[in-house]
C-alpha cells in the first residue's frame, strides 16, 4: 500500500474548467451591464445634437424699446416644439432674460418668426427675430448679444450663440 498515491481534495480537470467557463460568463455579463449603464448615463438614452447661428437682426439699434436685436436660425437638429423651448438672452453680459415665445406677450422680449410659421415646432431653416418688447435692453448703439436656447422638458441647453446687434 505505499505505492497508493491518493489524493482526496484534487479537483478533476473537467470540474476546473467549468468552473472557470462559469466564472468568465458571470464577468463578462457585469462588464456588459456596467459599460451599458455608463453609456446611456452619459447620453440619457436619446442624444440630439443641434446648432443655431445668430446674427445681427435688420434695423439699426436705437433708444426705443421695440428693436429688432438679433436673428437665430436653426442650422441643424430636429423639430422643437415651442411648448418645450425657452430662449433667454444676455446683453452686454447683464443678468439673462427670457424672451416669450412667439405669439406670447408681456415680457422684456419676444421671439418672432421667420420661415414655415405655419406650425408649432422650430425646425431647420427656421429662425426667430429676438425684438426688444416695452424695454430698452440695448441701451447703446451696438450691444453684445448672447442667446441661450434650452429644452425645458429635459433640462438641457441646446444651443449658446452671440452675436452683435448694431
Known sequence: ?????????????????????????????????????????????NLALYAFGAEDANGAVTEGTDDNLVRVTM???????????????????????TCDNPGVTGGACGLVEFGATGDNFWSVGDGVTIVESGQDLCTSGTCSVEVTITDTREGKTLDTSSAIAE
Open 1 to 45: 500500500m505505499q505505492n497508493e498515491n491518493r489524493n482526496d481534495e484534487a479537483v478533476s480537470p473537467v470540474i476546473a474548467t467549468i468552473l472557470m467557463v462559469a466564472i468568465t460568463v458571470v464577468l463578462a455579463g457585469v462588464l456588459y451591464v456596467w459599460a451599458a449603464s455608463l453609456a446611456e448615463g452619459n447620453t440619457d438614452g
Open 75 to 97: 442650422s441643424q437638429g430636429g423639430d422643437l416644439n415651442w411648448a418645450s423651448i425657452s430662449v433667454k438672452i444676455s446683453v452686454d453680459n447683464a443678468a439673462p432674460v
